[in-house]
């Protein structure tokens, strides 16, 4: 049985593997929000200087690969791979934001969790000795979503209550084998759950089961209480999923009250009329290239629990009346001294 494994899906690093550096690049809307002190670059008409928005997106994903690989000092060629991920069908915002850039490349689909599947799997190949440097990506963009999940933005379509606003954002993360920054501590990879939610406009309800099951397998798995860490920050489950997921820890008893979620702090939810909160790949990766990944340098928190969610869907599924499977990766992070703690931290807990 492998020593590093932990339960049925945790893997405790044995060897650090530290988040270098965080670049990102967002949208006007998303510039206009709380945390617009914490981006690289926020963008005037969403268009990035490209005449599609497709080819915005792709633009946006490489200034954010590009802004994090200056802060490190380490040029994207001289990565040992990139990871990186968008909603597109076939993952062409990445695959072509990739292309020239002369670096190994793996394109991910996790939907609004890919940037969490990245992290665990580039710090795996990190750990195992298979590189030094690793580089993770993703990409969403409110009008390139639209136009494929939902109609045209021409058409004009009411969005309902439980709507998400999708993200017009990108984020990328450079990671290190060794110290040199917040460290990734344990990596718990998610499993598919999906509870018969039909309905493309509740996000939320579709991904929090999924969060639960993480969340719960990670703490079993650990012997971790959620109060081991200063911050659990779920993806993008906004305020429906979000009260969703706490109800369901409250069946067990436990109280998160150290919960936070992506998609309601990159938006001021009633004054920029998300509804719901943000969504999509860039939500996740933004907030946690700026505002998550500023607060573990300077000592707000130092225990992080990062849980980004997706909602594993796609257009012709939801045609055919197919219900919404969820996903929830969560990778923990350390800001402080030290290898991890290995007796169950501050409270040991089990479901």
Not at 1 to 27: D, F, H, I, W, Y
Not at 112 to 133: P, Q, Y
Not at 139 to 163: K, V
Request: charged share 20%.
């Amino acid at each position: 049985m492998c020593a590093r494994k932990l339960g049925g899906q945790t893997v405790e690093l044995s060897r650090p593997v530290s988040v270098l550096a965080g670049g990102n690049a967002v949208g006007r809307k998303e510039g206009e929000g709380p945390l617009a002190r914490c981006f690289d670059y926020i963008d005037g008409d969403d268009t990035f200087g490209e005449p599609t928005w497709e080819r915005a997106e792709r633009a946006m994903q490489q200034r954010a690969l590009s802004s994090a690989a200056e802060k490190c000092g380490c040029p994207v060629q001289k990565l040992d791979w990139l990871f990186a991920g968008d909603l597109l069908n076939q993952c062409v915002s990445s695959s072509f934001a990739a292309r020239g850039q002369d670096v190994p490349f793996f394109g991910l689909y996790g939907a609004c969790s890919t940037f969490g599947e990245g992290l665990i799997l580039a710090a795996m190949a990190l750990e195992g000795g298979f590189g030094e440097r690793a580089g993770v990506a993703v990409s969403s963009h409110f009008c390139t979503a639209e136009r494929q999940y939902r109609t045209p933005l021409e058409y004009g379509c009411q969005r309902p209550p439980t709507a998400q606003w999708t993200v017009t954002g990108a984020g990328a993360a450079i990671l290190g084998a060794g110290d040199g920054g917040p460290r990734l501590t344990h990596l718990t990879p998610g499993k598919v759950v999906d509870k018969g939610i039909t309905d493309t406009n509740n996000m939320g309800a579709a991904m929090a089961p999924a969060a639960y099951d993480t969340l719960s397998a990670h703490f079993r798995d650990t012997g971790r209480g959620p109060d081991f860490y200063d911050l659990i920050v779920t993806g993008d489950l906004g305020e429906l999923g979000s009260q969703l997921l706490l109800e369901l820890f409250r069946r067990d008893g436990v109280e998160l009250s150290n919960h936070a979620d992506c998609g309601l702090l990159i938006f001021r939810r009633e004054e920029q009329d998300v509804h719901c909160g943000g969504s999509g790949c860039g939500c996740s990766a933004a907030v946690f290239t700026g505002y998550l990944l500023e607060g573990l340098r300077a000592g707000r928190w130092n225990e992080l629990l990062f849980c980004p969610t997706g909602a594993l869907h796609s257009p012709t599924t939801a045609l055919q009346g197919e219900s919404i499977p969820g996903i929830c990766h969560a990778a923990a992070l350390s800001a402080g001294p030290g290898p991890a703690d290995k007796t169950g931290g501050k409270n040991g807990w089990n479901i």
